[in-house]
């Protein structure tokens, strides 16, 4: 929670900081977009000294805003719900959810007109709630993620997304394969 008072706190000055270092500011610079995500857990948590296998996979969505430098790199600011995951084990109802901030920067290579791969790295502050049976405890944290993607222009201000990364939130490691678009202004 402090760094996402923090990254609030700063965010206006990051993008004027952004927009004033850029010597051409353009049409096309600013995006927003929305994915539809698949999350991914196969972990091994210790659950009062027995091991349990948290396995599963949950749907969850994320929307970002950034602003493109030139065609090779970009900054994001982004929400990422992960979904709600449940489960049984040892006689026990398990459920996890999970919510994230993230700033991040990215890398871009083109590849013709329409079609380039990026990699990402972020910054995320995440919080979520972690239940056993009716037990219920409030979690959070800040870590790193990294990423790599791929986007197709279908429009000059129009492009389609696929996208994998990898969170590591604590202890607990989540794959994420998002599906988006993102529209350009």
Not at 11 to 35: E, R
Not at 107 to 117: C, E, K, M, S, V
Request: glycine fraction near 10%.
């Amino acid at each position: 929670m402090r760094f996402e008072k923090l990254f609030r706190a700063l965010f206006p000055f990051l993008l004027a900081a952004s927009l004033a270092s850029s010597p051409d500011c353009h049409a096309g610079d600013f995006y927003v977009g929305a994915d539809l995500q698949r999350t991914f857990v196969d972990e091994t948590v210790d659950l009062d000294g027995a091991s349990v296998l948290l396995d599963g996979e949950t749907s969850g969505v994320r929307v970002a805003a950034g602003y493109r430098f030139n065609d090779y790199f970009a900054t994001e600011l982004a929400h990422t719900d992960f979904g709600s995951l449940e489960q049984t084990a040892l006689g026990l109802s398990l459920s996890a959810d999970a919510s994230a901030q993230e700033l991040a920067i990215i890398g871009r290579i083109p590849l013709g007109d329409r079609f380039a791969l990026a990699g990402r790295v972020a910054y995320v502050s995440w919080d979520g709630d972690i239940g056993v049976d009716s037990v219920t405890a409030g979690i959070s944290g800040d870590d790193l993620a990294v990423g790599v993607g791929m986007d197709v222009a279908v429009r000059d201000n129009l492009s389609l997304t696929l996208s994998g990364t990898r969170y590591r939130l604590d202890d607990l490691d989540l794959a994420v394969l998002g599906f988006g678009v993102r529209f350009s202004f």
